[in-house]
């Protein structure tokens, strides 16, 4: 079946986000990271159904919703788990702040890389906790976390180590001796791991697969909390629906403990748009991701091409991590702004040098976007 991922939708006068950022100027928004695409067929229908019903109770998570996330855990990444070990939430970024609150001590820290997506570094802030970070380095153009860099500074006061694979940004997805490593840290130091895979679907590199840090070993598995979603995979990220996969029933008790009368459900029809992506939507991904790929690639060629500017070709995501610092400016994203181009501020992540784009677009955009880039690069000289 061929899916329209070319198809202009005009989200500016909806209810977007991403969207209404800037109003009606001239200003392409690349910015926050949910794709312009049409939902997968599979999941509009699915809603449509549940809709005709006409009733929005309060839900109940089926056991066949579990078992379905069991069997797509063990048939993509070989990953055996257990069906109580699956807990429903309305979000990543919830889960992210669960696990700080409940795995640490407000004189306890954190540990995670940096630049990384914000929730990580603000999931620390606002619960008062400190967090020491390992910067990303480049290696054979790939960005990995040196945590031997951070390990000089630890105190044996952290408590949770929060891992990012695939990489946002940077789009690294981590190799099973990169993960051991990550463990090996882990068990040394004694830390509970939080491992952020939303993206984990979206892998763009041919013979490259994502591997779940829990499913490394039983001891993997017993000091970590896993976060998924179809939210970014299927573009349902307004719906709401994601999961933490806890093997530990300590840890999994300790975390919805901390959620409780706080962190609501997920809603009835964000479980709904859940299973009939993962049940139903595989064809509609497989030909995303060839989509995106070109996407890719395209971005990755004329960024690199254009004096000033360098982009390491993400291996996953639909997001690229744009190196502006021999650009010498005091704010590349307000920078790119004037010249038409909504992007994400480096800042935001922790490196104010950078700036980052998402590509999950239609290609015309994508091509009036290049354009704006040239004529930035241009003004310059």
Same mark, same amino acid.
């Given at each position: 079946m061929a899916f329209d991922f070319d198809q202009p939708i005009d989200r500016r006068h909806s209810d977007s986000l991403k969207w209404q950022k800037y109003g009606d100027r001239d200003i392409l928004p690349l910015w926050i990271a949910d794709t312009d695409f049409h939902a997968a067929p599979c999941i509009t229908d699915a809603l449509q159904q549940r809709i005709k019903h006409g009733?929005?109770?309060?839900?109940?998570?089926?056991?066949?919703?579990?078992?379905?996330?069991?069997? *797509?855990?063990?048939?993509?990444?070989? /990953? #055996?788990?257990?069906?109580?070990?699956?807990?429903?939430?309305?979000?990543?970024?919830?889960?992210? %702040?669960?696990?700080? *609150?409940?795995?640490?001590?407000?004189? #306890?820290?954190?540990?995670?890389?940096?630049?990384?997506?914000?929730?990580?570094?603000?999931?620390?802030?606002?619960?008062?906790?400190? #967090?020491? &970070?390992?910067?990303?380095?480049?290696?054979?153009?790939? /960005?990995?976390?040196? /945590?031997?860099?951070?390990?000089?500074?630890?105190?044996?006061?952290?408590?949770?180590?929060?891992?990012? %694979?695939?990489? %946002?940004?940077?789009? &690294?997805?981590?190799?099973?001796?990169?993960?051991?490593?990550?463990?090996? !840290?882990?068990?040394? $130091?004694?830390?509970?791991?939080?491992?952020?895979?939303? $993206?984990?679907?979206?892998?763009?590199?041919?013979?490259?697969? $994502?591997?779940?840090?829990?499913?490394?070993?039983?001891?993997?598995?017993?000091?970590?909390?896993?976060?998924?979603?179809?939210?970014?995979? !299927? %573009?349902?990220?307004g719906l709401g629906a994601s999961v933490a996969i806890i093997p530990n029933p300590q840890l999994r008790a300790r975390f919805q403990q901390m959620a409780k009368g706080i962190v609501p459900d997920a809603n009835v029809l964000a479980l709904v748009a859940c299973d009939a992506a993962w049940r139903n939507g595989q064809p509609w991904l497989d030909e995303q991701l060839v989509y995106l790929r070109a996407n890719r690639d395209r971005l990755s060629t004329h960024i690199n091409a254009l004096p000033g500017l360098h982009m390491v070709t993400p291996e996953a995501t639909f997001l690229g991590w744009i190196d502006a610092r021999e650009l010498n400016l005091a704010s590349p994203a307000k920078f790119f702004e004037q010249h038409g181009l909504g992007l994400t501020a480096g800042t935001d992540f922790g490196d104010p040098g950078f700036v980052r784009i998402n590509f999950g677009c239609r290609r015309a955009l994508l091509e009036q976007a290049l354009q704006r880039f040239t004529r930035a690069i241009n003004a310059l000289s």
């Open positions: 009733v929005f109770g309060y839900g109940v998570i089926s056991n066949q919703l579990k078992a379905l996330v069991v069997e *797509r855990m063990a048939s993509r990444y070989q /990953w #055996q788990i257990a069906a109580e070990s699956v807990v429903f939430l309305p979000g990543v970024v919830c889960g992210l %702040n669960l696990c700080v *609150r409940a795995f640490t001590k407000p004189q #306890q820290s954190t540990l995670a890389p940096t630049p990384v997506y914000p929730p990580f570094r603000t999931a620390s802030a606002m619960a008062e906790r400190t #967090q020491l &970070t390992a910067p990303l380095r480049l290696s054979q153009q790939r /960005w990995l976390a040196d /945590w031997d860099a951070v390990a000089p500074q630890l105190t044996g006061a952290e408590k949770l180590l929060m891992l990012c %694979n695939p990489m %946002n940004p940077g789009g &690294t997805v981590y190799r099973r001796d990169e993960l051991q490593a990550q463990l090996q !840290f882990a068990q040394r $130091h004694d830390l509970l791991v939080c491992s952020d895979e939303i $993206h984990c679907d979206l892998v763009l590199e041919p013979g490259v697969e $994502h591997i779940p840090f829990a499913s490394l070993s039983e001891d993997a598995a017993q000091r970590s909390i896993t976060l998924m979603s179809p939210s970014k995979s !299927f %573009n349902i990220a």
